[in-house]
């Protein structure tokens, strides 16, 4: 079992910054790729941005492409969401997952965290 905790969430206001960070506990080495999805109000959860553990490769989302940022901190087992550029569209609950096949979907990942909120106002 892989356990993840995301912390960082809070309210800011547009045009701001916000960093997350996803730590990870248990068998990791079970899962080679991290990720962030997140779930806006009244819409499914969606794919945000993903890095291979061993190569920090990235893939990011069409909408979050070029404002955010994902890396990860092996030694810390940590993967860190780096947010610019806040748009009240950005307002979600933001989860951490890992897995071992880096994708889009939801069925990638075998493990989640409960989730951090990120409010951003006009």
């Known amino acids: 079992q892989v356990q993840l905790v995301e912390s960082g969430g809070g309210l800011v206001q547009a045009g701001g910054s916000l960093r997350l960070s996803c730590a990870a506990s248990?068998?990791?080495?079970?899962?080679?790729?991290m990720a962030w999805f997140r779930q806006r109000p009244g819409r499914e959860r969606e794919f945000a941005a993903a890095?291979?553990?061993?190569?920090?490769?990235?893939v990011y989302a069409d909408s979050v492409k070029g404002r955010f940022t994902i890396s990860r901190d092996n030694a810390n087992r940590t993967v860190r969401l780096q947010m610019s550029g806040l748009k009240p569209e950005d307002t979600a609950v933001y989860y951490c997952?890992?897995?071992?096949?880096?994708?889009?979907?939801?069925?990638?990942?075998?493990?989640w965290g409960q989730g951090t909120q990120v409010t951003v106002s006009s």
């Open positions: 248990g068998r990791t080495f079970s899962s080679s790729v």
């Open positions: 890095v291979r553990i061993s190569s920090g490769s990235t």
């Open positions: 997952a890992a897995g071992r096949y880096i994708g889009y979907y939801k069925s990638n990942y075998d493990y």
